[in-house]
């Protein structure tokens, strides 16, 4: 089975991560008998959020009895130290431990610093020195964040979008954190659904040694995809090669990657799905978006007020008002 070491840490993970968004979705019972699956058949590491509802609960519901046999990391999305410590003594008590592997400031607008107005930093020190906390990470979307938070050497970990669809600008982030012996968690590496082939987007990974991948998980299906990878881990062929190339020309330029962090929306609009329709009707299973359930969820589109809140916080700048609309006319000629 493959395993990455993450940075300075040096924690050694399975390459296959799990991601614990997903598992919100699903009950207590089938979380747990999913995320025991997964330990039992390789998986050791486990990445959740504070602000994933009741995911850490299930979490501490499945390895409570076997806390030091896995790595788990949490985050938070606390903006002043008060806020953060309630966070952290919240998500020890629903992961049933005393201690989190690694503790990420959970996708913040600035990098947090020792000394700064926030005490964020500060906190995070505090927590490690009361033995709370193993390690300190940061989770971003934002180019910018993430480079400062290379740059500071305050961080042991950075968890950043890395896909097949990367940027060159995504690489050397990727490549910087293996300079500065930082370990690098990949989240969105199927770019939130965009990507359906997984095995091309476990080889495509796979090149970077030090790129520990987290997989959204919800179904068993899923599960034993990835765990298929341990034994038999997909390598780049030619042909894989190609369509990378194809999928990234398709891809390229100003597309929502479905992250919603402009959310909530003021009139109600799910934009993170609403603003990428052309793109999923295309690249995945097309019936589920054509259903009423989703024709209505579209129609909202006509509500927006054009208050532009969720432009101001898109991390890829992207126009969101002026994409729901293009999406809208193109999902109306498509039905
Ligand atoms: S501009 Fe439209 S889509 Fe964006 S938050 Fe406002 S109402 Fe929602
Ligand atoms: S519009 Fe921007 S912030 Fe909103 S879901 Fe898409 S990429 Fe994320």
Sequence with gaps: ???????????????????????????????????????????????????????????????????????????????????????????????????????????????????????????????????????????????????????????????????????????????????????????????GGLITNSAMAYAYLAQFQHVAPIWGIQRESELDEFLSYNDNPPVLTENMKKQIEHDRKELSGDFCRGCGYCMPCSAGIQINDCARMSLLLRRAPQNVYLSEEWQEKMKKIEDCIHCNKCMSKCPYGLNTPELLKKNYDDYKTFL
């Design 1 to 191: 089975m493959q395993t990455v070491t993450l940075g300075k840490t040096g924690l050694v993970v399975s390459k296959n991560g799990f991601g614990a968004l997903p598992i919100q979705r699903i009950s207590k019972k089938d979380a747990v008998y999913l995320l025991q699956k997964a330990f039992y058949n390789g998986i050791n590491y486990f990445d959740t959020a504070r602000a994933y509802s009741d995911s850490e609960e299930k979490l501490g519901a499945a390895f409570s009895y076997i806390r030091d046999r896995i790595t788990i990391s949490t985050k938070t999305a606390a903006q002043n130290a008060n806020d953060f410590w309630k966070d952290l003594e919240q998500s020890l008590k629903n992961l049933q431990t005393n201690y989190i592997d690694i503790y990420q400031f959970h996708n913040p607008a600035f990098c947090p610093k020792p000394g700064d107005e926030s005490g964020l930093y500060d906190a995070m020190i505090e927590a490690k020195k009361q033995g709370k906390i193993r390690f300190i990470g940061i989770t971003n979307h934002r180019l910018a964040v993430a480079k400062e938070a290379i740059e500071s050497n305050l961080y042991d970990t950075l968890q950043f979008p890395f896909s097949y669809l990367a940027s060159n600008a995504d690489i050397e982030i990727v490549e910087a954190c293996k300079k500065n012996n930082m370990g690098f968690i990949a989240m969105k590496a199927l770019s």
